[in-house]
């Protein structure tokens, strides 16, 4: 910041003053409060000035750090440039990986539905299975009833006709007994039966 006009023009105005009182002073007279006030008036007007060469030195100064303060905001922008082209494909890739695994995922979800469908079919085969052999079980237990009741019955029947043939034996020696020759022959034929029966 330079002298305005005004200000040299002031200066200008009170300098034949200040020559004067510089006069006084040197012959050492006596200084009255014109002179006084004239004398502050140039030292407030010498501060203004001082005041002024500093506020010109920070101007400047300011000036620097805007320059400087917009040659790094420019690396930064740069810096910054950079980052973000390199985090892009960074977040690109990390896109595509995420989508790579949501796919592989889909793929195994599917895969173990099909699992489980399997699994599922096989369990209610088995379980088919189950019932079958079960049936058959029973079945088979049943006939084997059967097959008891029938010997069973057949025992009785055995049991019946061992008794009748008893009867029929006690008969024969009895007639055996009368008739001595023909009863012979009835106890062999008797014999054979009871043998084949027993066969």
Known sequence: MNYTK????????I??????????????????????NTLLLKSQFNHINHLDLKL?????SVIGLKD???IHKQEISDI????????EKRFVKIETDI?????????????????????SKMNDKFVNMNDKLDRSIENTD????NMNDKFANMND???????KIQDAIKQGIITNIKFTLGSIGLLAVAFKVMDMLVK
């Open 6 to 13: 005004i200000d040299n023009l002031m200066l200008e105005m």
């Open 15 to 36: 300098k034949p003053k200040i020559d004067e009182i510089e006069s006084k002073f040197s012959n050492g007279e006596g200084l009255d409060q014109s002179d006084i």
């Open 56 to 60: 010109n030195e920070v101007t400047d």
């Open 68 to 70: 400087e303060f917009h």
């Open 80 to 87: 910054l440039n950079r980052f973000d082209a390199k985090n």
């Open 99 to 119: 989508s790579d695994i949501k796919d592989n995922y889909y793929s195994i979800d599917k895969k173990v539905d099909k699992l489980e469908l399997s699994i």
């Open 142 to 145: 049943l006939k084997f009833a």
């Open 157 to 163: 029947k055995f049991a019946g006709m061992d008794i």
